[in-house]
């Protein structure tokens, strides 16, 4: 069974950096796209970044270019998302998911999913 647990959430000032951590267990993810999405409240999940698991391809919504950084370390099975110069607008639940095969931005392609952290930036 495939599990994924973020962690590393909290409250940040505005342009303050947080690290967030998912361990992912229960398959070998070779051939997988790990992804981050997030959820403000009224709002819909959204595309945060991808990587893929075995060749460490990435990929960013425009709003976090420059900003965040996706990466993966394969010993440990974790998935990282290091987030820096943040802004209030990036307050939300991040949720790390899994899609095995292509890339893609959309959440309902993402068969798993973790329970999420809160990211809070003030202003």
């Known amino acids: 069974q495939v599990q994924l647990v973020e962690s590393g959430g909290g409250l940040v000032q505005a342009g303050g950096s947080l690290r967030l951590p998912c361990a992912a267990s229960?398959?070998?993810?070779?051939?997988?796209?790990m992804g981050w999405f997030r959820q403000a409240p009224g709002k819909e999940r959204e595309f945060v970044a991808a990587?893929?698991?075995?060749?460490?391809?990435?990929d960013y919504t425009n709003s976090v270019k420059g900003r965040f950084t996706i990466s993966r370390d394969m010993a440990k099975s974790t998935v990282y998302l290091q987030m820096n110069s943040l802004k209030p607008e990036d307050t939300a639940v991040y949720y790390c998911?899994?899609?095995?095969?292509?890339?893609?931005?959309?959440?309902?392609?993402?068969?798993?999913w973790g329970q999420g952290t809160q990211v809070t930036v003030s202003s």
């Open positions: 990587i893929s698991w075995s060749g460490g391809s990435t």
């Open positions: 229960g398959r070998t993810f070779t051939n997988y796209f």
């Open positions: 998911a899994a899609r095995y095969g292509i890339w893609s931005a959309i959440p309902g392609e993402y068969a798993f």
